[in-house]
């Protein structure tokens, strides 16, 4: 057995049979390497996994898989076996980095899309609002223009010199007419 902290053999293993028993992908080297490197690795990763979603024990995990499935990779020591961990968990971390970008990047872009067709399709409201008006009368057309234009109706009443209850009267008066034009044209 290997000491965590030391790296030193503290069994019949000694660091060259480790390496190559390491190296042939021995299930018994491999678990001594890895519960010697585990602490060290489990530090580093805690710290670099700490603001995201990822388990320092699943990436320390996926790392060693990583090397169990690369059997042409050969490690000339211990030292090159947790310098190549450390390197594999720093990937991670930016690999995973990088996915949260896409992700955000790709939620942005999606509002956008999203409120560029909702701005399609309001724009398309206001095409077939704006021929409906034309098949009213000019007074009534008027107002509910100044309103789509944002007129209130204080202002609307003293722009046209009439009673502000005119304003409202013609305004009811005009979207009546609206719905019953916007209904007919549905069918």
């Given amino acids: 057995m290997y000491k965590q902290h030391d790296m030193t053999p503290q069994t019949n293993y000694n660091e060259k049979e480790l ?5 042939n992908r021995d299930e018994k080297a491999f678990s001594v390497i890895f519960r010697m490197l585990y602490k060290e690795l489990f530090l580093y990763s805690s710290r670099l996994f700490s603001s995201l979603n990822l388990s320092p024990e699943d990436a320390i995990q996926d790392v060693f898989i990583d090397i169990w499935s690369r059997t042409s990779v050969q490690f000339p020591s211990l030292n090159h076996i947790k310098s190549f961990c450390l390197v594999a968990l720093k990937n991670t971390y930016k690999n995973k980095i990088k996915h949260l970008n896409y992700q955000e990047y790709f939620k942005t872009e999606m509002k956008v899309k999203y409120k560029s067709s909702q ?13 409906a008006l034309q098949l009213l009368p000019k007074d009534l057309a008027q107002i509910i223009r100044m309103y789509l234009e944002g007129w209130k109706p204080e202002e609307i009443a ?18 009546i007419k609206l719905l019953k034009i916007i209904n007919t044209s549905d069918r």
């Fill in 19 to 23: 390496l190559k028993s390491f190296n």
């Fill in 158 to 175: 003293q722009k046209l010199g009439i009673a502000l209850q005119t304003v409202y009267n013609r305004r009811r008066e005009a979207i």
């Fill in 119 to 131: 701005n399609l399709e309001e724009a398309d409201q206001y095409h077939s609002l704006y021929e």
